[in-house]
């Protein structure tokens, strides 16, 4: 795809998920990840010790996740270079 293909709301397909724009640059756009899970991490202080929960998210927790800005999810940048990789999805996403 080419720079001028994307705008905020646009969904494609890179390294095989699918995304969502959340933002256009002059040269790059940020994307969130739409399809899969996300890992979330829990950081609980209890005393000194420090404990970590890793946990994949599920559909339902995450759709409310996908709405934004901000986002409950990492964003992720894709420069000039990298917008070739992506393609448009192959059927309807959202």
């Not at 293909?5 to 790059?28: H, K, L, N, P, Q």
């Amino acid at each position: 795809m080419k720079h001028s293909d994307f705008s905020i709301g646009t969904y494609f397909r890179a390294g095989g998920a699918v995304w969502r724009c959340t933002d256009v640059g002059s040269r790059t756009i940020s994307a969130i990840v739409v399809e899969g899970t996300h890992e979330v991490v829990h950081a609980r202080l209890r005393g000194r010790k420090q404990f970590i929960q890793q946990q994949p998210t599920a559909p339902p927790l995450t759709a409310r996740w996908l709405n934004g800005a901000p986002y409950a999810v990492v964003e992720y940048v894709f420069d000039e270079d990298s917008l070739s990789d992506c393609k448009p999805p192959q059927q309807r996403v959202g």
